[in-house]
């Protein structure tokens, strides 16, 4: 008959120990598909932002972030984060019947690179998001150089450059807007009139 030694028993334990533990990291993912929710401490962590989240997730984190009563108007709210983000960019959440319909990073201060920019882009994203289905870039010859990439129908993203070659970033954003929301850009928040000029838009205060 066989029988467990001290060592071989210890052994075992700590295999279905450490079994266990992997199981339960498995279950416990860090999935983009879940949705933050703010601390009981009043914070939310901005890397795990998206558009889409309900805005009470914004709201409630109080540490993390401030309403921007400049940028609340015609039932949108603004909020401004009170610290910046790990590339050193100020986010800003806007909102609108209770759901963030954009988020915004600005790099005012000190522009990204490209490739930094679109990863954090693509970060803002949900996990169900449709597959980048185009680019337009006509606008880098515009006065305020800016790339827009379109994921599906419903999300679009934009790069602003700090000139027309395209390496730094300045500001990037990314907006849901489903068949029938009114229109979006990061440059001064809603879409300005016909005829209006939109390097006279005005950025939130400070950058982090």
Known sequence: MFKWKPETRVTSLLLTSALLVALGAAGCG??????????????VNLEALKVGMPETTIKEAILTFVPDPKGSIA?????????????GGQVIAQCKDNQVFGLQIYHQNKPVGKEVAIASLKQLLPSDVPPQS????AGLKSAIPVEVYWFGDDYRGELFYTDATGSQVKILSVWYEPK?????????????????????????????
């Not at 983009?32 to 703010?38: D, F, G, R």
């Not at 185009?134 to 870039?137: E, M, Q, Y």
């Not at 016909?194 to 939130?204: C, F, L, Q, T, V």
């Open 30 to 43: 860090s999935g983009s598909s879940v949705t933050p929710t703010a601390t009981k401490q009043g914070t």
């Open 180 to 208: 029938g929301a009114a229109t979006t850009t990061s440059e001064g928040g809603d879409q300005p009139a016909a005829g209006a000029d939109k390097s006279k838009a005005e950025a939130p205060a400070g950058d982090g």
């Open 134 to 137: 185009k680019v337009d870039d």
């Open 75 to 87: 039932g949108k709210n603004q909020y401004l984060s009170r610290t910046p983000n790990a590339n």
